[in-house]
Antibody, heavy 120, light 107 residues
């Protein structure tokens, strides 16, 4: 059974940094593209970043480009999101998600999310 | 960026009703569209991919249609467990973009 468990969220001051982790199990992690999506309180879903199976290809939303870095450790079955220069508008639940294999590049499984609060 | 616009933003319906949600893309995305269901306090759940293909394990009361710029999600007979917020998402290009969501509430 696919399981994605996010951790590392918490309260951080504006301008601070935080690293989120997503522990994956139940599938061959190194084979799959992985994604981060966030949701501000009471708002809709916002795509954040994606990383290829080997980690050599990444994309970012303009809102986080230059501040966030996605990475993965396939030996540990873990996805990361390093967040720096955090702003109030980065306050959100951060979900990691697994992309489906094949020609359809949608996210088929999602973790339960970890809450990041940026506030002084 | 491709803009995704859902309508309505919310709707009230009764158990047993047939419900249709629409999603419009600002440019042609072929069939590169997914639908997700999200219940309060829970993660999104995949329902439909490739505009009309049912995700494994999702009941057949959910169906999707459309291609190009106009898409629909239909729930054939609304049940209590279907009251939730529904999102469409395009995966034609980066950045991926979601519709603003449609909240389905009990009438």
């Amino acid at each position: 059974e696919v399981e994605l468990v996010e951790s590392g969220g918490g309260l951080v001051q504006p301008g601070g940094s935080l690293r989120l982790s997503c522990a994956a199990s139940g599938f061959t992690f190194s084979t799959y593209t992985m994604t981060w999506v966030r949701q501000a309180p009471g708002k809709g879903l916002e795509w954040v970043s994606v990383i290829s199976p080997s980690g050599d290809v990444t994309y970012y939303a303009d809102s986080v480009k230059g501040r966030f870095t996605i990475s993965r450790d396939n030996s540990k079955n873990t996805l990361y999101l390093q967040m720096s220069s955090l702003r109030g508008e980065d306050t959100a639940i951060y979900y990691c998600a697994k992309r489906a294999l094949g020609a359809n590049h949608y996210e088929d499984y999602w973790g339960q999310g970890t809450l990041v609060t940026v506030s002084s | 960026d491709i803009q995704m616009t859902q309508s309505p933003s919310s709707l009230s319906a009764s158990v047993g009703d047939r419900v249709t949600i629409t999603c419009r893309a600002s440019q042609d995305i072929s069939n590169n569209l997914a639908w997700f269901q999200q219940k309060p306090g829970k993660a999104p759940k995949s329902l439909i991919y490739a505009a009309s293909s049912l995700q494994s394990g999702v009941p057949s009361k959910f169906s999707g249609s459309g291609s190009g710029t106009d898409f629909t999600l239909t729930i054939s007979s609304l049940q209590p467990e279907d009251f939730a917020t529904y999102y469409c998402q395009q995966y034609k290009s980066y950045p991926r973009t979601f519709g603003q969501g449609t909240k389905v509430e009990i009438k």
